[in-house]
C-alpha cells in the first residue's frame, strides 16, 4: 500500500518560499511517477510539477518554471518541492501523488488521472 504523507505547508510572504516535502513507503518499484498538484478554493487541482521516482526529466506548469523545482532523495524516500517567489494566488492546498509508471508521454504527467495515490495535502498560504 503506497502513502504519501506531505509537510512544509505554512504562512508565508508575498516573494517567500517554501520547501514541501511529501514522504512516501509503500514504492515496490523504480517506475513511478512522482508529482505536485495544487487545489485553491472553488478551483480544479492543477499540476504543479512532476517526473520519474527513478529521476530524469522533470516538468513543470508554466506558471512556475524558474520558480518551482521537484526533487527526490531515494534514500529517505522523499520527494520535495522547492518554491521561490511565491505570490498571493498560489494560495492552495498543496497534494503530492504517485502513478504506477512509467509514463511514456510527457504530457501524462501533467494530467490527474495518470496518478494512482495521493497524499492528504498542505496548506499554503501566501499573503501580500
Known amino acids: 500500500q503506497v502513502q504519501l504523507v506531505e509537510s512544509g505547508g505554512g504562512l508565508v510572504q508575498a516573494g517567500g518560499s517554501l520547501r514541501l516535502s511529501c514522504a512516501a513507503s509503500g514504492l515496490t518499484y523504480s517506475t513511478y511517477a512522482m508529482g505536485w498538484f495544487r487545489q485553491a478554493p472553488g478551483k480544479e487541482r492543477e499540476f504543479v510539477a512532476g517526473g520519474s521516482w527513478s529521476g530524469g526529466s522533470t516538468y513543470y506548469a508554466d506558471s512556475v518554471k524558474g520558480r518551482f523545482t521537484i526533487s527526490r532523495d531515494g534514500a529517505k524516500n522523499t520527494v520535495y518541492l522547492q518554491m521561490n517567489s511565491l505570490k498571493p494566488d498560489e494560495t492552495a492546498v498543496y497534494y503530492c501523488?504517485?502513478?504506477?509508471?512509467?509514463?511514456?508521454?510527457?504530457?501524462?504527467?501533467?494530467?490527474?488521472?495518470?496518478?494512482?495515490?495521493w497524499g492528504q495535502g498542505t496548506q499554503v498560504t501566501v499573503s501580500s
Open positions: 501523488a504517485a502513478g504506477r509508471g512509467p509514463l511514456y508521454l510527457s504530457s501524462s504527467y501533467y494530467r490527474t488521472g495518470s496518478y494512482n495515490y
